[in-house]
C-alpha cells in the first residue's frame, strides 16, 4: 500500500473503500473483504447509517485496529450534540477514529469544527478534516480554526480537478479525498480515449488508470462497490505508474466542471434532517 502524509505528521492510506449509498448488509461485507484483500482505510459517515456495520466488518476481518485506518464524518443535525463523537465511536466499535470529518458547511458547523478539535486534543481523532467545503465556507473557516484540518473530501475527477481549491490546500498542506472519482458513473469520463490507450498500454482498465490519476495527483481516493471483484479491481492500482507526459494528457481532460451541484435549500435541509442509526 502506498501512503500520504498529513500536516500533523501522520499517514494515510491512499485508496480506501466507500461506503456511500450501501446498506448495512452491504457495507460489512464490504468493508470485510476489502480489508482481507489488503485495503486498509475504510471510510464511512454518520449520514451512511452503516457505521455499526462497517464497525462489524473490521472487527470480522481479523486486523488489528491499528491496521485500519477508520474515516468518518459528522453530520450537521449532530454538531450541536455533545456526545456526538462519543456516540460515533460506540456505533463504530472503537476508542478512536483515524479522521473525522464534519460532512457539510450546513447548520451550526462551526460547533461541529470545535467538537473535532475538542476530539483531536483527547486522542478520539487522530486527524481532522472538512467535507464538502469550498469557496466561501472554506474562506470563513480559515479565520476561525485553532487547528488547521488534515484533509478535505470533495467531489474531484480529470473533468474536475479542484484546480482553484487546491491553492488553498497546498498553502496548509490540506490533503484531498476524492468521491466521484469516477465521474459519478458517467460514461463519456470513463470513455476517453486517453484511458483506454493507457490502459491498453498497462493492461489496465480505464477506471484503473482514473484511479491511479487520483493518486499520483497526491489524492485519496474511496471508491465504493457492493461487488466483491470491483472492489479488488479497485486496489489493484498500485503496480505501475503513469509517466509525467501522461498525466499531462489527462490533464488536458479538465474541464472545471462538477457534477454535483448543492443548493442552499439542500443545506437548510441537511441541518435539519436527523439520520435514523441502525440499532445494536
Given at each position: 500500500m502506498e501512503n500520504i502524509t498529513l500536516n500533523n505528521g501522520i499517514t494515510c492510506p491512499v485508496i480506501g473503500?466507500?461506503?456511500?449509498?450501501?446498506?448495512?448488509?452491504?457495507?460489512?461485507?464490504?468493508?470485510?473483504?476489502?480489508?482481507?484483500?489488503g485495503y486498509s482505510l475504510v471510510d464511512t459517515a454518520n449520514a451512511y447509517v452503516n457505521e455499526r456495520a462497517c464497525g462489524r466488518g473490521i472487527k470480522d476481518s481479523g486486523l488489528a485496529r491499528e491496521?485500519?485506518?477508520?474515516?468518518?464524518?459528522l453530520w450537521p443535525s449532530e454538531y450541536e450534540n455533545p456526545n456526538a463523537v462519543d456516540e460515533t465511536l460506540e456505533r463504530l466499535g472503537v476508542e478512536y477514529v483515524d479522521l473525522l470529518y464534519i460532512h457539510q458547511p450546513a447548520g451550526n458547523w462551526l460547533s461541529g469544527y470545535r467538537q473535532l478539535e475538542k476530539a483531536y486534543k483527547e486522542g478520539k481523532a487522530k486527524s481532522i478534516g472538512i467535507s464538502n467545503f469550498e469557496g466561501k465556507y472554506l474562506d470563513e473557516l480559515q479565520t476561525e480554526w485553532e487547528i488547521v484540518p488534515q484533509f478535505i473530501q470533495v467531489e474531484a475527477h480529470p473533468y474536475f480537478t479542484q484546480k482553484e481549491l487546491r491553492v488553498t490546500l497546498d498553502k496548509y498542506g490540506i490533503k484531498l479525498m476524492s468521491w466521484y472519482?469516477?465521474?459519478?458513473?458517467?460514461?463519456?469520463?470513463?470513455?476517453?480515449?486517453?484511458?483506454?490507450?493507457?490502459?491498453?498500454k498497462y493492461g489496465k482498465t480505464?477506471?484503473?488508470?482514473?484511479?491511479?490519476?487520483?493518486?499520483?495527483m497526491g489524492?485519496?481516493?474511496?471508491?465504493?462497490s457492493k461487488k466483491v471483484n470491483h472492489i479488488k479491481d479497485n486496489l489493484n492500482i498500485l503496480d505501475f505508474k503513469l509517466t509525467e507526459e501522461e498525466m499531462a494528457e489527462i490533464a488536458k481532460l479538465d474541464k472545471g466542471e462538477r457534477y454535483y451541484h448543492r443548493t442552499d435549500a439542500q443545506l437548510a435541509g441537511f441541518a435539519s434532517w436527523k439520520p435514523t442509526f441502525e440499532r445494536t
Open positions: 473503500i466507500g461506503t456511500f449509498m450501501l446498506s448495512p448488509a452491504e457495507a460489512e461485507n464490504s468493508v470485510r473483504e476489502a480489508l482481507k484483500m491496521s485500519v485506518f477508520i474515516s468518518t464524518k472519482p469516477l465521474g459519478h458513473g458517467d460514461k463519456s469520463l470513463i470513455n476517453e480515449p486517453v484511458f483506454a490507450e493507457l490502459g491498453r480505464s477506471a484503473q488508470i482514473i484511479l491511479r490519476w487520483h493518486t499520483q489524492f485519496a481516493v474511496i471508491p465504493g
